[in-house]
């Protein structure tokens, strides 16, 4: 499947995904203070739809420690069907699926967070990946849903009562902030 250039979200992106995708685009709402949404990517094509979605947002790293740590921090929401692939490469994990690493995680510990995804409580275990990122994954409606932070020591912002809206229905109007589009989604 194609994965399409990422692109600031506006309303027009909102519209498409709402049409196209057979995967939610999940958003953190509210978002945390002084985050923007810096980017939307989707894998799919016109056959099949919208098989995997990835939302960037992007804020002050609340989890900054000394000089040296960034400023920022980055969030990737990943939803995305089982085999695609997108999150593994964005989580840095190095497989397709996150199954046989899931599997022994769950069997080595209780989930690692616990975020709300339209309104289910769905837990998250954390794998290992690239050394710079946190990567939580779990399963929500159905697909695989991935949490992906950058810095990794910001990887508790996973853990900080974060609840998901799915952008093909969020059940109110969003006005969401954009920022500009964050060089993670290439």
């Given at each position: ?8 979200l506006d309303g027009a992106q909102m519209r498409e995904v709402a049409t196209s ?11 945390p203070p002084d985050w923007v949404v810096t980017g939307l990517q989707r894998v ?79 837990p998250l275990w954390c794998l290992d990946g690239a050394p710079d990122r946190a ?52």
């Amino acid at each position: 499947m194609p994965l399409h250039p990422a692109r600031v979200l506006d309303g027009a992106q909102m519209r498409e995904v709402a049409t196209s995708a057979k995967v939610p685009a999940w958003l953190p709402w509210p978002l945390p203070p002084d985050w923007v949404v810096t980017g939307l990517q989707r894998v799919g094509d016109d056959r099949e739809g919208t098989v995997a979605t990835v939302l960037a947002i992007t804020g002050p790293n609340p989890f900054r420690a000394s000089r040296s740590d960034p400023l920022t921090a980055e969030l990737l929401v990943v939803a995305e069907q089982p085999g695609i692939g997108l999150g593994p490469r964005l989580g840095g994990t190095g497989d397709i699926d996150p199954g046989p690493a899931l599997t022994a995680a769950m069997a080595e510990s209780s989930p690692h967070a616990t975020v709300d995804a339209g309104g289910h409580a769905i837990p998250l275990w954390c794998l290992d990946g690239a050394p710079d990122r946190a990567a939580y994954v779990g399963e929500a409606a159905s697909v695989w849903l991935w949490l992906i932070v950058l810095p990794a020591a910001a990887g508790a912002l996973a853990l900080d009562g974060l609840r998901l809206v799915d952008l093909r229905d969020p059940g109110h109007p969003l006005d969401v902030p954009a920022g500009a589009l964050t060089p993670l989604l290439r």
